[in-house]
Structure formats: C-alpha cells, structure tokens
C-alpha cells in the first residue's frame, strides 16, 4: 500500500488519511514510552505484536457484536480502520490491585479486588492524564451521560470476555485501559471501541508465577520485555518461532 499523508503521531502509533472517506490507516511503532513520555525506549518488533494481538482480540470481539473501529490488518504494521471522532477518556478496568491503584490506595499489589472497578482518566499529556470522576466527565461535556453509560456496558462486556480469553492461555487479565470514539454515519452516532488491546494497554500476569507480560517490565526495568511481549503472541497462538537472525522482531502468523 503506498504511504499516504500523515495525520498524527503519537507515543506508540502513527495515524494516515484512508484509501476511501472515513477510513484511517494505523501503523504500530516499536517505541514505548512510560510516564507520558518521561521514559523513552524501543521494543524490537513491538509494533508487529501489538498489530496482530490487537487484530486478533478486535475480531474476536466483533463476534461478540461489540463495535470496534477495527476494519482489517493491512500489513504486519498496518491496520485498516474506521475514522472515528475520539472521547477524550481512557477508560481503565480494574480486577486486581496494581500500579497506581495500589500507591493511592495503600493496598498490596497482586490484591484481587472486591469486584471490577472502572476509573475514568482525561486524556491530557501535559496534564499527566489526571482521574476524572463522572461529575467532571459531564460537567465538561466530554461525554454525556448515555454515552458513559454505553461505555461502561462495553467496558465490562470486554473485561468478561478477555479474562476469560487470557485466563484460557494461563494468563491473568490485571487491567487494562480502552478509549473510544463516536462513529457518524449520516445524522446517526453510535460509540464503539477504538485503539487497541494489546501489552501495552494491558496488565497481564503469567496465572502461576505472576510473572509480568506486558509494558511493566519496560517501565520497571526488569527486562525481557520482547521476550514477554512474545509470549503472550505465543500463547494466544499467532506467532511462529522468532526470527532472530533478522533484527526485524518475531514473525506473526498471517
């Protein structure tokens, strides 16, 4: 597919105008970032895992006829998507205590919490995405109330369905963050799920060990975080054996 314009970049993904009206493409960068940019690294071949794990969970999704702004993988970096007006959320799902949850609250992380928590944060870099509560959310019209409901409902429908995808590949969902955008199509709008799922937006932990499998060994310097990013590909059975020859990261399965 040949490049076309640019449109944004961001910490993790770039953004072109689609081959046809209302379309996006989304390429999968292998830089990570950690405190809104404060820690800047690369993952080799981060980017092709987070393409096909994400691909892979946004089709499994729209079985579910949960709506998406996924429309088909291009390429191994690439993603055809729906353009879609973005809400200024990230919406984070909690099941067990980790990360900030667990410094503002005082409580051990790795405690399984006493049902799913949902917290709202203001996607705002220079700001450090600060925790918004509903009152803010409306307040400043960056969602009317139905539409934090509907995504609410979504959130909880996602979290339901990928703990029990990861927990059937010996995996723990911990957390995970999702954003959404309203899709026009003519005088009507409805919310669906854009982004992406992948490591990067996901806490998951090996369900033996606790091992960690996602950006926390980046953020944490604990190391191995392409190996970690891999073996979540593996398990979810999308990647064939490393190329490790090449230096271009692992081989998905097309």
């Known amino acids: 597919m040949a490049r076309r314009r640019q449109l944004y970049e961001g910490k993790a993904k770039v953004l072109f105008e689609g081959p046809e009206p209302g379309t996006l493409v989304q390429y999968f960068k292998d830089d990570a970032t950690a405190g809104n940019g404060v820690k800047n690294g690369i993952i080799t071949g981060k980017g092709v895992l987070n393409n096909r794990i994400s691909e892979y969970l946004m089709l499994k999704l729209h079985d579910l006829n949960i709506p998406t702004h996924f429309i088909k993988r291009l390429n191994m970096r690439e993603q055809l998507i729906r353009e879609a007006e973005i809400i200024p959320l990230e919406v984070v799902i909690r099941n067990i205590a ?3 949850i667990a410094k503002r609250l005082g409580i051990e992380e790795g405690t399984r919490l006493p049902r799913t928590i949902i917290e709202y944060y203001y996607k705002n870099d220079s700001l450090g995405d600060p925790m918004v509560s509903d009152e803010h959310i409306s307040a400043f019209n960056w969602a009317t109330p139905q539409e934090l409901d509907d995504m609410n409902g979504m959130a909880l429908r996602i979290n339901d369905f990928l703990m029990g995808v990861f927990s059937s590949v010996g995996i723990t969902l911990v957390d995970f963050k999702l954003e959404f955008g309203r899709l026009w199509e003519g005088d009507e709008m ?3 799920l854009a982004d992406e799922i992948s490591p990067d ?4 932990w090996d369900s033996k060990t606790n091992e960690k499998m996602d950006k926390d060994r980046f953020r944490r310097d604990m190391g191995k975080v392409e190996e970690a ?4 590909a593996r398990r979810l059975g999308i990647l064939t054996e490393s190329n490790n020859g090449d230096h271009q990261g692992p081989e998905a399965v097309q």
């Open 190 to 192: 409805r919310i669906i």
């Open 98 to 100: 980790a990360g900030s």
């Open 201 to 204: 937006n996901c806490r998951l």
């Open 229 to 232: 990013y891999q073996e979540v």
